[in-house]
């Protein structure tokens, strides 16, 4: 039993998210560089338009934007999130991966299809992947029944939720399911795209930190079926290549 659906999410109504994007898109907006802009669109090929804020001047804007803000609950969370996802520009979309990231403990699973629906509109790795191992990742953490679902994310047409079910154990360190995790990197060792092989090498290498030994001796027995990116990522830091 998953808890992932199709059905149509809609964001909550919620007066801590009207306060919160009536200041961000004020403060934001007010700082908007067109010229840098255009230089964060085209390094980003194009995912969505920028308004050319540097990280660390949007994130200090962000702090003024929350100043005083009372903690959310999880109907304030998902409905921040939505409507960021909802404007165009990407820096919201960053808003709004810091603020889940930020309140990913008081998520409950039934946040899931909401992750889902952020990491299938308009994707690409600057999102996804902390979506994928601050949100998605602790939510399963928190409730193991969600692995179900990313046994089903694992095998999606959609990348970035592949990806997601990937990645979402980067965190995990010595808990986790290494089986599990072995098994998605086969699932999906034949993928030709290169941000699903990477993914491949990369959750494998995260783990190789934890047990180098394991991911060693995965990778010399799957070896023929794993693309060379794959494998050259998982052994960067242990060699064995």
């Not at 059905?7 to 306060?19: F, K, M």
């Not at 939505?82 to 808003?95: S, V």
């Amino acid at each position: 039993m998953t808890v992932t659906g199709a059905q149509t999410i809609g964001a909550p109504d919620s007066a801590l998210a009207d306060t919160v994007l009536g200041r961000l898109t004020t403060a934001y907006g007010g700082a908007a560089d067109p010229e840098r802009a255009a230089a964060m669109r085209a390094y980003m090929k194009d995912v969505a338009p920028f308004l050319g804020l540097p990280t660390a001047e949007r994130r200090a804007l962000s702090r003024t934007v929350l100043a005083g803000t009372p903690r959310p609950d999880e109907a304030d969370c998902t409905a921040i999130a939505l409507r960021c996802w909802a404007l165009p520009h990407r820096e919201y979309h960053y808003f709004a991966v810091d603020y889940l990231r930020r309140h990913a403990g008081r998520l409950s699973s039934a946040f899931l299809p909401v992750a889902r629906r952020l990491v299938a509109t308009t994707s690409w790795w600057d999102t996804v992947d902390l979506l994928a191992a601050h949100v998605v990742g602790a939510l399963v953490e928190a409730d193991p029944r969600l692995a179900a679902d990313m046994d089903v994310w694992i095998a999606d047409e959609d990348l970035w939720v592949a990806r997601t079910a990937l990645l979402h154990q980067l965190r995990y360190k010595d808990r986790t399911d290494a089986d599990r995790l072995f098994a998605y990197c086969l699932r999906r060792s034949a993928h030709p795209d290169f941000f699903i092989r990477k993914a491949i090498g990369w959750s494998l290498r995260e783990y190789a930190k934890t047990d180098p030994e394991a991911v060693r001796a995965f990778v010399t027995q799957e070896r023929s079926r794993l693309a060379p990116l794959s494998v050259r990522e998982a052994l960067k830091n242990i060699g064995g290549g």
